[in-house]
């Protein structure tokens, strides 16, 4: 995969907020469908249409965790789901920073009932998709089976999640295997750009360091070991996890099942204490200098809004996003089709639980025409801000939203993908139909008034990043 496409599906897949391609005719019929919504337990029937179009059911343990089925067109196959909401986002202590995903690593090693080797026989066996990954805001655990498997994936997954068990020997090889990664991934330009747009950014919040952490404290992880089992007492605890169903499954016997093998789950998640990020007040200017051959790159990132799906603003910037820098904009004519100029131009309003960046960056084919696409991009934002979006583009962009989060529901992976993200940052999917009822509200004005709240040069952090080869 090319470098830039890597860098643009890691941001759209952790933030599981992009769609994937479907005839259109499925979404038309998925739109005539009415969710059916339940409270913990099984509550009754709400009979009030929804945006999105499957049935949703939830049950709460008493010790805190939470189960969501969705019922969505996947005869026979299930995925499944263990969402925890702890990221890099939570690691607030000095030195300690990539240790969320590195214990996703850690994870795979199993316990003393099914250590790693026997629960990958498993997996293997059922003939299932098991991965997981990590961001800022989010840990997930996800396997695809046969749905007569439900049983045993239920029984593998409760285990692990109390009962993970590792020694320091296994800690440390993998430590070294994370280190690896991370030399790996800094040799792409996009990888360096973001480590060092993050460090400059931000001041105090733990949205400083990216997901894979400074690599200082990566090359220290071997002698974390005492560290990684206090991280997973505090962290990986009932209250702290939704566990989400999507596909051929019947919620009750789910629910019997969830309540068997986690019901004993002890709870005590502890929260972090997450030091809010101050006040920019003035532009931040970066060079980066990558070692190697690379076209240069442009990336403008702005100090945005955390995700909250009733936030008319929030929904708005997600519009402008596309308006102005989506692949149909006129921006993106003049620089990329027209003038060519650009490589690429792309940008991302991302989901997350605090202020995140809003980013919109290009790789920009001469090295003297950075500047010349930097004004282009400045001239755009600043026509957002003057002149009000027509209403037909609005509408337009509106249907495009819809569109493309409803032409990523035709299997239950896809589906459960499309929904992480939601339930990561607010535990649940109802927001969903919050947000997208939000955008279906926004009008011009709205658009122009974000486009002046987030697009301030005191609220962004310019960065171009060169190689030295």
């Given at each position: 995969?090319h470098?830039?496409?890597q860098?643009v599906?890691?941001?759209?897949?952790r933030?599981s907020?992009?769609?994937?391609?479907?005839?259109?005719?499925v979404?038309?019929?998925?739109?005539a469908?009415?969710?059916t919504?339940?409270?913990?337990?099984?509550?009754?029937?709400?009979?009030?249409k929804k945006f999105f179009p499957y049935s949703?059911?939830e049950m709460t343990?008493?010790n805190?965790l939470k189960?969501?089925?969705?019922?969505?067109?996947?005869?026979g196959?299930?995925?499944?789901?263990?969402v925890?909401?702890?990221?890099?986002r939570d690691?607030?202590?000095p030195g300690k920073?990539?240790?969320?995903h590195?214990?996703?690593?850690?994870?795979f090693?199993g316990t003393?009932t099914y250590?790693g080797?026997?629960?990958?026989?498993?997996v293997?066996?059922?003939?299932a998709?098991?991965n997981?990954?990590t961001s800022d805001?989010?840990?997930?655990?996800h396997?695809?089976?046969?749905?007569?498997?439900l049983?045993?994936?239920v029984?593998?997954e409760s285990?692990r999640?109390q009962?993970?068990?590792y020694?320091?020997?296994?800690?440390?090889t993998e430590a070294?295997?994370?280190?690896?990664?991370?030399?790996k991934?800094?040799?792409n330009p996009?990888m360096?750009l973001e480590e060092?747009?993050?460090?400059?950014a931000?001041d105090k919040?733990?949205?400083?360091h990216?997901?894979m952490?400074?690599e200082?404290?990566?090359?220290a992880m071997?002698?974390a070991?005492?560290?990684s089992?206090s991280?997973f007492?505090?962290?990986?605890r009932?209250?702290n996890?939704v566990?989400?169903?999507?596909?051929?499954?019947?919620?009750?016997?789910?629910f019997?099942?969830i309540k068997k093998?986690?019901?004993?789950?002890?709870?005590?998640y502890e929260t972090?204490?997450?030091?809010?990020?101050p006040?920019q007040k003035?532009?931040?200017?970066l060079e980066?200098k990558y070692?190697g051959k690379?076209?240069?790159?442009?990336?403008?990132a702005?100090?945005?809004?955390?995700?909250?799906?009733?936030n008319r603003?929030y929904?708005?910037?997600?519009?402008?996003d596309e308006l102005?820098?989506?692949?149909?904009s006129?921006?993106q004519?003049?620089?990329?089709?027209?003038?060519q100029?650009a490589e690429f131009?792309a940008s991302?309003?991302p989901?997350h639980?605090?202020?995140?960046?809003?980013?919109?960056y290009?790789?920009?084919?001469?090295?003297?025409?950075?500047?010349?696409?930097?004004g282009?991009?400045?001239a755009?934002?600043?026509k957002?801000?003057?002149e009000?979006?027509?209403?037909e583009?609005?509408?337009?962009?509106?249907?495009g939203?819809?569109?493309g989060?409803?032409?990523g529901?035709?299997?239950a992976?896809?589906?459960?993908?499309?929904?992480v993200g939601?339930?990561?940052?607010?535990g649940?999917?109802?927001a969903?139909?919050?947000?997208?009822?939000?955008?279906?509200?926004v009008?011009p004005e709205d658009?122009?008034?974000a486009?002046?709240?987030?697009?301030q040069?005191?609220?962004?952090?310019?960065t171009?990043?060169?190689?030295?080869?």
């Amino acid at each position: 995969m090319h470098v830039r496409e890597q860098f643009v599906h890691r941001r759209r897949l952790r933030d599981s907020l992009r769609g994937y391609r479907l005839i259109v005719f499925v979404a038309t019929a998925f739109l005539a469908v009415t969710s059916t919504a339940f409270a913990a337990d099984g509550a009754k029937q709400t009979g009030e249409k929804k945006f999105f179009p499957y049935s949703v059911q939830e049950m709460t343990l008493p010790n805190g965790l939470k189960t969501i089925v969705v019922n969505a067109p996947s005869p026979g196959l299930i995925t499944y789901f263990s969402v925890v909401r702890t990221g890099s986002r939570d690691e607030v202590e000095p030195g300690k920073s990539g240790f969320a995903h590195f214990f996703e690593h850690m994870m795979f090693r199993g316990t003393k009932t099914y250590p790693g080797p026997e629960y990958d026989r498993i997996v293997t066996n059922l003939g299932a998709h098991s991965n997981a990954f990590t961001s800022d805001d989010v840990t997930a655990y996800h396997m695809t089976f046969a749905k007569d498997d439900l049983e045993k994936v239920v029984e593998i997954e409760s285990d692990r999640f109390q009962n993970l068990s590792y020694e320091k020997p296994a800690f440390q090889t993998e430590a070294g295997a994370v280190y690896g990664e991370y030399r790996k991934g800094i040799s792409n330009p996009f990888m360096l750009l973001e480590e060092k747009v993050a460090d400059c950014a931000f001041d105090k919040h733990t949205y400083k360091h990216t997901t894979m952490g400074f690599e200082a404290d990566i090359k220290a992880m071997p002698q974390a070991y005492d560290y990684s089992l206090s991280f997973f007492k505090r962290f990986y605890r009932p209250e702290n996890v939704v566990i989400l169903v999507v596909g051929d499954a019947n919620a009750e016997k789910t629910f019997a099942l969830i309540k068997k093998y986690y019901g004993a789950w002890k709870p005590g998640y502890e929260t972090p204490k997450i030091t809010p990020e101050p006040e920019q007040k003035a532009e931040r200017q970066l060079e980066v200098k990558y070692p190697g051959k690379t076209l240069p790159i442009l990336c403008l990132a702005y100090k945005g809004a955390a995700f909250d799906p009733t936030n008319r603003l929030y929904a708005a910037s997600l519009l402008l996003d596309e308006l102005a820098f989506g692949s149909t904009s006129e921006l993106q004519k003049k620089l990329v089709l027209r003038d060519q100029k650009a490589e690429f131009l792309a940008s991302d309003v991302p989901m997350h639980r605090d202020m995140p960046l809003f980013f919109i960056y290009s790789m920009v084919k001469d090295e003297k025409d950075v500047d010349g696409v930097k004004g282009e991009i400045d001239a755009t934002i600043a026509k957002f801000q003057k002149e009000l979006v027509s209403p037909e583009l609005l509408e337009k962009a509106k249907r495009g939203k819809r569109y493309g989060f409803l032409m990523g529901l035709d299997s239950a992976e896809k589906t459960a993908n499309a929904l992480v993200g939601f339930v990561a940052m607010t535990g649940d999917v109802k927001a969903v139909d919050q947000l997208y009822e939000s955008i279906q509200q926004v009008t011009p004005e709205d658009v122009r008034e974000a486009a002046k709240t987030y697009y301030q040069p005191t609220r962004r952090t310019v960065t171009v990043l060169k190689g030295v080869q």
